[in-house]
């Protein structure tokens, strides 16, 4: 079993819905979360990173969090065609090395 | 504010041949250091990380090597590639804090061996 799991899609929705990624994973050990969004041929770009259970919000988009139920998700509201991207999920555990440990990512579509 | 350089961009390298990808970071002090490769459509399989000058750790055995001869310089290195090492090589760089554990990527190399 994966220590981290996530959809790897393809999810093609229109423009200005709200979309919704998840991951879940199964080391409670795990207390920081991040998401990542990777255009097309470029490195995976900071999103939004989180410790804590609960939502965290930035513009048009909200990381939740579920520590009893090991599970996280990445919320887009009036999603655009420059959302269009593969977004990774990625936890860390307190060690020294602050090593990540990632999903496959999920590649989204939005059109317009 | 931070920067990480990765260079090249692309290559193309034969089977059997070395490599030598480079990363430095900018506008920060003793990172933590990272390589990771991609393989299409997967996620981020970390390689090397490092925690300061000359002290390498290795996630999984290998083709590759990894040196960091100055605090803010990261080398990927193989003696002979192989078919497998194709991919996009990611550097990271976080910074040492309590509490913080973010990675900052840089542009990525991609590698094709013919």
């Known amino acids: 079993q994966k220590e981290v799991e996530q959809d790897p899609g393809p999810l093609s929705v229109p423009e200005g819905a709200i979309v919704s990624l998840n991951c879940t994973y199964s080391?409670?050990?795990?207390?920081?979360f991040m998401w990542y969004r990777q255009y097309s041929r470029k490195g995976p770009e900071l999103l939004m990173y989180t410790y804590s259970s609960g939502n965290k919000e930035d513009g048009r988009f909200t990381a939740q969090v579920d520590k009893s139920s090991k599970y996280i998700s990445l919320f887009i509201r009036d999603s655009q065609p420059s959302d269009s991207a593969t977004y990774l999920c990625?936890?860390?555990?307190?060690?020294?090395?602050?090593?990540?440990?990632f999903g496959q990512g999920t590649r989204l579509t939005i059109n317009p | 504010s931070q920067t990480i350089h990765q260079w090249p961009a692309t290559l193309v390298q034969p089977v059997g041949s070395p490599l030598s990808l480079e990363c430095t970071v900018e506008g920060t002090s003793n990172p933590n250091l990272y390589w990771y490769r991609q393989a299409a459509g997967r996620g981020l399989q970390l390689l090397f990380y490092?925690?300061?000058?000359?002290?390498i750790s290795s996630e999984v055995p290998q083709n590759l090597s990894a040196s960091r001869p100055q605090d803010r310089q990261f080398i990927l290195s193989s003696k002979k590639l192989l078919l497998s090492d194709s991919g996009f090589y990611l550097c990271a760089w976080s910074v040492v804090l309590a509490g913080s554990y973010e990675q900052y990527f840089g542009p990525g190399t991609r590698l094709t061996v013919t």
């Open positions: 990625a936890m860390s555990y307190p060690q020294g090395a602050q090593k990540l440990v």
């Open positions: 490092s925690i300061g000058i000359d002290q």
């Open positions: 080391n409670s050990a795990f207390q920081y």
